[in-house]
């Protein structure tokens, strides 16, 4: 089992839909989780960072946490077609030292 | 800038050639982290800093690379007798502290190994 597993996608949506991306994670432990936007070409920049259960939202944006299930997602409401792109969820782990482990990505894609 | 800065941008060299590549901090993040990344496919972890100290060198591929951060700022990642394989774009992020914070990543260096 990953440490932390994500769709690789593509996840495809219309203008002006909700994308929904999921991540789910192995560490019970962890306390820190984050999501990052990554267009092709270019480094991964931060969308948000999620420390408490529940929903966080900023902007379009919302990201909810379920430490329980172990499972985080990132709501994005009124997809544009710049938002295409990968998105990496990032989970830190006390596991065999103290470190972030990335997901592979979710690439999505908003049709215009 | 205020952003992690790398450089080159770009490497091109000949295989068994050795690489250094460089990574300035924002200033202030303890925490620095180098990545690897292949076309098309997800990060590869290579080694994390806090400090000076390296607690996780678990990632270098090989004994061909090695990694160091002097002054608990600029770190450079060495790459001796480069194989074509180490082509891919190698990544430095920092953050404040650890790894409860999130990673501010740079450009990248973009190393093709002919």
């Known amino acids: 089992q990953k440490e932390v597993e994500q769709n690789s996608g593509p996840l495809s949506v219309p203008e002006g839909a909700i994308a929904s991306l999921n991540c789910t994670y192995s560490?019970?432990?962890?306390?820190?989780f984050f999501w990052y936007r990554q267009y092709s070409g270019k480094s991964p920049e931060l969308i948000m960072s999620?420390?408490?259960?529940g929903d966080k939202e900023d902007g379009r944006f919302t990201a909810q946490l379920n430490k329980a299930s172990q499972y985080v997602s990132l709501l994005i409401r009124d997809s544009q077609p710049s938002d295409s792109a990968t998105y990496l969820c990032a989970v830190n782990s006390n596991t065999g030292g103290f470190k972030t482990i990335f997901g592979a990505g979710t690439r999505l894609f908003v049709k215009a | 800038g205020a952003g992690v800065s790398q450089s080159p941008s770009n490497k091109v060299t000949e295989k068994g050639k050795d690489v250094e590549l460089r990574c300035d901090p924002i200033?202030?993040?303890?925490?620095l982290y180098w990545y690897r990344q292949s076309l098309g496919q997800g990060l590869e972890f290579l080694i994390y800093f806090q400090g000076n100290s390296a607690p996780d060198k678990s990632g270098l591929p090989s004994d061909r690379f090695s990694a160091e951060r002097t002054g608990g700022s600029v770190s450079t990642l060495t790459i001796q007798r480069t194989q074509q394989e180490d082509s891919a774009v190698y990544l430095c992020a920092s953050s404040f502290s650890g790894s409860d914070q999130p990673q501010h990543f740079g450009d990248g260096t973009r190393l093709s190994i002919l």
């Open positions: 999620i420390y408490s259960n």
């Open positions: 560490d019970r432990g962890s306390q820190s």
């Open positions: 200033s202030g993040h303890t925490a």
